[in-house]
Structures are given as C-alpha cells and as structure tokens.
C-alpha cells in the first residue's frame, strides 16, 4: 500500500526550530531504525491528520528521498498536544523487502445480507476490529475480509477460520480466540427471558 503522505528531509533542530515547522503547517519527525542513523524529516501537519484517520495507516509503506538516499519506511508512532490534539511529532522506522514488521490489519465484514441470523434481526457483535499480524512490508495486506454467508445467532467466526494472504500471519496464535459473534437482538433475549419462568411454573402447577 503506498501513502499519500509526503515525507521532506530538514536539517534545523531544537524546540525553537520544532515550532517554526508547526508554525508554518509542518509537523518535524524521525526515521529511524535497520542500523542506520536517525534522519529528521517532515511532513504537512493536514496531510498528516488525515492519514491518522485510515484504520491503515501504520501499514502505509512510505518511499522518500532522504539526503541523498531512497527511504522505505512505515509510520509508527504519532504524537498529539493534550490541549489542542493537534500532532506535534511523528516516527517513523526503516523498512526493507527482508523485514518482518507487526502491523495492525482492520477486518471488514462482508456478506451480512447472506447470514440468516443478521436476517433474523441479530447482530455482528465485533470483539476484534485490528488484527495484529507479522508480514513483510511488500505484502501488508489492506484489510482482511470476513465472510458473513450461512452464520446464525450464537456462531462465533474464529481466529482460525480467516484466511490470510500468503506471507501474513497472525500475533495471536490461539486459533480459537474469538474475533466476531452473531448475537440475537435485545428484543428477542427478552422475550426467551421472560418465557422460562412462565414455562416453569406451568411445570409446577401440573406437578400440584
């Protein structure tokens, strides 16, 4: 995945210069990372925010020309003022095709109009929305998708039934772990709640 970002080399340090870059839009950062030394960079402060707001954006591979070399690298870590929640710093580590790097992957969840118990009026009780995963930086997968298709209310899609791209596998290794749940509407839980206690004492009342 290629980001929109544009990542710029600078050559000024310190907090005076730190705000002259957010004065004028920018926002200062650091690559760093494979054994090479750190390189100062920046990066406009509107395109910033708004790559913050992909759920992709750590897996965005960004290539710049640093100096006077090419730089592959992936987003890592940004930093926002507590008052104005404006970013005010933002990291960055080097990437090559023989590195294994974690990424957080969004899941999307697909075929819903095909599960009969979304159809019965139950619902898609998300517990995993990321999926932590090791892959190489050439293969970051964008999303990955779940297929929705024959589940009823009280299946829960694990772990081990998504099917990852080559080369992607999961943090997590408990293939049982629990990613998503078809649970029946609240309507429906009281209307089962309500009934047993009436079944009871039907029960009972024979038994007299």
Do not use: Q, W
């Amino acid at each position: 995945m290629a980001s929109r970002l544009v990542v710029t080399a600078r050559n000024v340090v310190g907090k005076k210069a730190a705000r002259k870059l957010r004065y004028d839009g920018l926002v200062p950062g650091v690559i760093y990372g494979d054994g090479k030394a750190p390189a100062l960079v920046s990066v406009g402060e509107k395109e910033l925010v708004a790559e913050c707001y992909s759920l992709s954006f750590l897996g965005h591979v960004i290539e710049a020309k640093i100096g006077s070399a090419v730089e592959k690298f992936l987003p890592k870590e940004v930093e926002f003022d507590p008052v104005t929640d404006r970013p005010v710093h933002v990291d960055f580590i080097r990437v090559s095709k023989s590195s294994k790097i974690k990424v957080s992957i969004a899941i999307e969840f697909e075929n819903e109009d095909k599960s009969p118990g979304v159809k019965r009026g139950g619902l898609v009780n998300v517990v995993v929305h990321k999926l932590e995963c090791y892959c190489s930086p050439e293969a970051i997968p964008e999303k990955i998708c779940v297929d929705l298709s024959g589940k009823e209310i009280g299946d829960s899609i694990l772990l081990e039934a998504l099917t990852l791209p080559n080369g992607v596998s999961p943090v997590n290794r408990e293939r049982d772990a629990v990613v998503a749940t078809i649970v029946g509407a609240k309507s429906e839980e009281e209307e089962t709640a309500a009934a047993a206690p009436a079944e009871g004492a039907g029960t009972g009342e024979a038994s007299a």
